[in-house]
């Protein structure tokens, strides 16, 4: 079974590379790729303790960028993790977040649900670990202000509830194109989740090399459209459950969503006529 979507402690995942992969091969996973929120942190030691397990391992990132004001997440696959262009713009995209917490949690301050962040923010850039609004969300519970994760969205992190910060954002073709030029492949992520059908033709322009068609968010009915998007298209197809980790909030457990194997093999061979 393959799983192109999977986090770790690098992003907002509950699990270490190395615990991830112990579970992935528990799973009966056999293919996988680590896709962590702007940061490739998570990668080198997923693929050294994936090689231990006999699994195959894929370098990969979930890359954000803004469109028409909404986030959007482009997958990257098959990427130079150590591409210096990407190292920086990567840094860069985390110190946004960073900030972007600092804001939150201010905001969070000022409507009266104070919390602790310090824990949160310690934590050197060096690291290369992408913060983000499932940590906030978690010290909301933690302190007592939410039920759980969901609710803590729900309450004050979502677009339009009082706490939530708009992102600096980065346009899609940036995106993609950082993603080209540290030899990998992009991949337009849980579309069904974004509501940016309309601009897929402007995304493909743009370089777009896939859709990832198989989510544990998409409906029957998104799953059989974005098949059809991909042929009509001329793209590939990926997928994985997005798993977040035991306890993480998520429904979608490892080996929930896999992709199949003739589209990971259409994959793996573009990527081999990328590099070559
Ligand atoms: P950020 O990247 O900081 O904007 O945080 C976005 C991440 O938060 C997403 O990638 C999801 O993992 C998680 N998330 C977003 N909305 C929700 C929600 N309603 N419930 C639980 N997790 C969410
Ligand atoms: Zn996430
Ligand atoms: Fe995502
Ligand atoms: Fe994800």
Redesign the pocket.
């Known amino acids: 079974m393959i799983d192109l979507h999977l986090?770790t402690t690098a992003?907002?995942g509950l699990s270490t590379p190395d615990a991830l992969v112990r579970e992935a091969a528990a799973a009966g996973l056999r293919t996988i790729a680590v896709t962590d929120?702007?940061t490739v942190a998570g990668v080198t030691a997923a693929a050294a303790a994936a090689m231990r397990a006999g699994l195959t391992s894929v370098p990969g990132i979930?890359m954000?960028a803004s469109a028409a004001g909404r986030?959007l997440?482009i997958l990257g696959y098959y990427l130079d993790i150590d591409d210096v262009g990407l190292l920086a713009f990567l840094a860069a995209r985390r110190d946004e977040?960073r900030a972007?917490?600092v804001a939150i949690g201010e905001r969070l301050r000022a409507i009266g649900a104070p919390v602790d962040l310090a824990s949160i923010l310690d934590v050197p850039a060096a690291s290369g670990r992408?913060?983000?609004?499932?940590a906030?969300?978690r010290a909301l519970v933690a302190a007592g202000f939410a039920a759980d994760?969901?609710d803590?969205?729900?309450r004050y992190?979502?677009e339009g509830r009082p706490a939530f910060v708009v992102?600096p954002g980065v346009p899609p073709a940036d995106v993609i194109t950082r993603i080209h030029d540290a030899g990998g492949l992009a991949s337009l992520a849980h579309p069904g989740k974004m509501h940016v059908d309309t601009l897929v033709p402007a995304f493909v322009a743009a370089g777009l090399d896939a859709i990832e068609v198989y989510h544990p968010d998409h409906t029957p009915d998104d799953t059989a459209r974005y098949l059809a998007m991909a042929h009509a298209h001329g793209l590939l197809v990926t997928g994985g459950s997005?798993y977040?980790g035991p306890g993480s909030?998520?429904t979608s457990g490892l080996g929930s969503v896999t992709l199949p194997a003739d589209a990971f093999a259409a994959l793996e061979t573009r990527a081999g006529a990328v590099r070559s």
């Open positions: 986090h992003s907002d929120h702007d979930e954000t986030d997440h977040r972007r917490v992408a913060l983000g609004r499932p906030v969300a994760i969901s803590a969205f729900h992190l979502a992102r997005d977040h909030g998520r």
